[in-house]
C-alpha cells in the first residue's frame, strides 16, 4: 500500500536546466512582508533558478497554522507576481517536500533560520540552507495591527461549552469574554472563578447590546431560532449548534435576515472544517474512485453510558446524529431525490434510526444514527473503480483509505488533528468574519438547508406515524 504522504500528487512540466543550480523555498507568505522579501530574494542569490512552494490552506491548518488572513489564491498571486521566483508551486502535504528535491532536481532547498534543524532530513536529497530571519516583523504581527480582535459571545451553558472556550485559545484573532444563559445561577458559577468570561448575563437584549461582534449558540434546538433571529437583528455573526431552526420556513427566514444583514450564519458541524475532511471532498472530486454509487456513514454514542441527562438523550438519535452523517452524504452526493427512515422508539424518542436517501443516478446514502445500540462509527463512499473507507470515529476525520480492487494503487491520507478539533470551525467563522466573506465554501447554506431537512422531515415522519397509530 501506498503511503500518500509520499506520492507525488500533482503533475507539472519536467523542468530542462542544464548546468542551472535550483534553489526551492516555501512558505505560507500570508500578508508577504519584507521580512517574507528578504528571503526569497537571498535565497535567489544562492543560484539561478529560485522554486517557491506556497502552502494551501488545508495544508496549514493541518499543521496548525489556523489564522491566515488570505486565501491561497491570493498568496500565491502576490508570488507569481515577484519577477525574481521562475516558478511558483503549491504545496499540499508534509512529505512534498522531498519529493520535490527529486522531481525538480534541487541544488538548494532555503528557509528561515526559525526552522534550523527541522529540514535537516533533506540533506539525503539536496543541500540545506538556513538564512537568518528579519527580526522584528512576521505576520502574525501584521494581522494583530491589520485586523480588530472579533470577540465571541457564548449563548447558552452546556456540557460542550468549556471545550470550546479552549479550543478558542488557539484561534489568536477571536476572543471570548461574554456568556449568556437564562440560567442566572449557573452563570453566576460559571464567571465566578474563570479567567476568560468574566461577563455572565441573564438578559439576552442586554449582551448583545455589548461589543461583541459575534455568537455562538449552544442551546437546546427550540430556541435556536429566537436566539439566532435577535442576534442576526442586533448585527452579530452567528455560529450555531444544529439544526438552525426546527421549521422549514423558520430556517427559510432566517438565511434571508443573516443575506439582509450581510452576517454570516454558519451551523456548528465540526466535521465540515477540518483539514482531513476537506481533503477527502477534494480527492473525491478528482474522479478517483469513479461514479459514487453510495455513501454510508454511522454514528452512535450510548449517551446514557456517558452520564448525559435523559433530557438531553430524549431529543433522539435523528436529532442529535444526524447531521453528520447527512453532512457527509449532502456533501458527496448532493441534493437527495427520496428520503426514507427505519426507527426503533423507546418512551416516545428514537433510539436509533436507518435513514436511507437516494440522488441523481440512483446512488444511495445510507446514514445510520443510535443512542441506544453501539455499532462501528465508520463511513464507506463507494464509486465504480474503488471507494474511500473512514475508520471510526469517521466524524472526527484523521486518516482515510483510497482503496482499489488492485491493492497495489491503493494510498492513505493521514492527518494530525489538534485537540477536539473544534478549533478548525472557530478558525473558519472566523475568517470568514475577517475576510468580509458570508459563506463558507465548506459549509454553503444549501448544505446547511440540506442537512437541517432530514431533521424536519423526520420529525414530520414521526408525527404522521403517531397520528395514524391512534
Ligand atoms: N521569514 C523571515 N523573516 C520573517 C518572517 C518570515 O525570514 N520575519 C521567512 C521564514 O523563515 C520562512 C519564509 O519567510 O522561510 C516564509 O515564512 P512563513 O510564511 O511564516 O511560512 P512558514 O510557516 O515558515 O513555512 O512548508 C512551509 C515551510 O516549511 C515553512
Redesign the pocket.
Known amino acids: 500500500m501506498i503511503d500518500k504522504n509520499v506520492k507525488v500528487i500533482y503533475s507539472k512540466k519536467e523542468i530542462s536546466l542544464k548546468n542551472k543550480k535550483i534553489i526551492i ?6 500578508m508577504l ?1 519584507h ?2 522579501m ?3 530574494k537571498r535565497a535567489k542569490e544562492l543560484g539561478d533558478y529560485l522554486i517557491v ?1 506556497v ?1 494551501d490552506e488545508i ?1 496549514d491548518r493541518s ?1 496548525g ?1 489556523l489564522n491566515v488572513s488570505e486565501s491561497t489564491k491570493k498568496r500565491m498571486k502576490a508570488i507569481e507576481e515577484l519577477d525574481f521566483v521562475d516558478k511558483v508551486i503549491l ?1 499540499t502535504h508534509k512529505n512534498q ?1 522531498a519529493e520535490d528535491m527529486v522531481k525538480y532536481n534541487v541544488d538548494i532547498f ?6 534550523v534543524g ?2 535537516d532530513y533533506l540533506n539525503e536529497y539536496t543541500k540545506v540552507h538556513y ?9 502574525t504581527k501584521l494581522r494583530k495591527e491589520t485586523f480588530d480582535i472579533i470577540k465571541i459571545g457564548m449563548v447558552g451553558l452546556g456540557h460542550d461549552t468549556q471545550a470550546f472556550i479552549d479550543e478558542a485559545e488557539f484561534v489568536s484573532n477571536v476572543k471570548i469574554n461574554r456568556i449568556y444563559s437564562e440560567d442566572f445561577i449557573a452563570i453566576k458559577a460559571f464567571t465566578k472563578d474563570n479567567e476568560e468570561i468574566r461577563y455572565g448575563h441573564d438578559n439576552y437584549d442586554e449582551f448583545l447590546d455589548t461589543s461583541i461582534k459575534a455568537v455562538y449558540v449552544n442551546t437546546t434546538a427550540e430556541k435556536h431560532y429566537t436566539l439566532i433571529k435577535k442576534a442576526l437583528e442586533a448585527g452579530k455573526h452567528v455560529l450555531c449548534e444544529n439544526p438552525l431552526a426546527i421549521d422549514k420556513n423558520e430556517l427559510k427566514e432566517l438565511l434571508s435576515l443573516a443575506k439582509k444583514e450581510n452576517k454570516v450564519l454558519l451551523t456548528a458541524l465540526r466535521t465540515a472544517f477540518l483539514p482531513a475532511f476537506s481533503q477527502l471532498l477534494k480527492e473525491l472530486d478528482s474522479g478517483v474512485i469513479g461514479d459514487i454509487r453510495e455513501v454510508r456513514a454511522t454514528r452512535t454514542n450510548l449517551l446514557k453510558e456517558m452520564n448525559y441527562p435523559d433530557s438531553f438523550i430524549a431529543q433522539g438519535a435523528t436529532n442529535l446524529f444526524a447531521s453528520y452523517p447527512s453532512l457527509l452524504v449532502n456533501k458527496v452526493l448532493g441534493k437527495r431525490e427520496n428520503i426514507s427512515f427505519f426507527d426503533q422508539l423507546e418512551d416516545g424518542y428514537d433510539t436509533s434510526n436507518l435513514i436511507v436517501t437516494t440522488h441523481k443516478n440512483g446512488a444511495l446514502g445510507v446514514a445510520r444514527v443510535a443512542t441506544g445500540m453501539k455499532s462501528e462509527g465508520d463511513a464507506v463512499i463507494s464509486g465504480n473503480k474503488g471507494y474511500i473507507y473512514i475508520p471510526s470515529p469517521w466524524w472526527q476525520t484523521k486518516i482515510f483509505y483510497v482503496r482499489f480492487e488492485d491493492e497495489h494503487k491503493s494510498y492513505t491520507y493521514n492527518y494530525e488533528l489538534e485537540g477536539c478539533g473544534l478549533r478548525y470551525m472557530i478558525a473558519e467563522f472566523s475568517s470568514l468574519i475577517q475576510r468580509g466573506n458570508r459563506k463558507s465554501k465548506k459549509l454553503m447554506p444549501s448544505d446547511m438547508v440540506a442537512i437541517n431537512r432530514v431533521l424536519l422531515d423526520y420529525n414530520e415522519f414521526k408525527k404522521e406515524n403517531k397520528e395514524e397509530g391512534k
Open positions: 523555498t516555501y512558505g505560507t507568505y500570508d512582508h521580512g517574507h528578504r528571503l526569497l512552494g502552502t495544508y499543521r497554522k504545496e517536500k532555503a528557509i528561515g533560520d526559525d526552522w527541522a529540514f538564512l537568518a530571519r528579519t527580526e522584528g516583523i512576521s505576520s
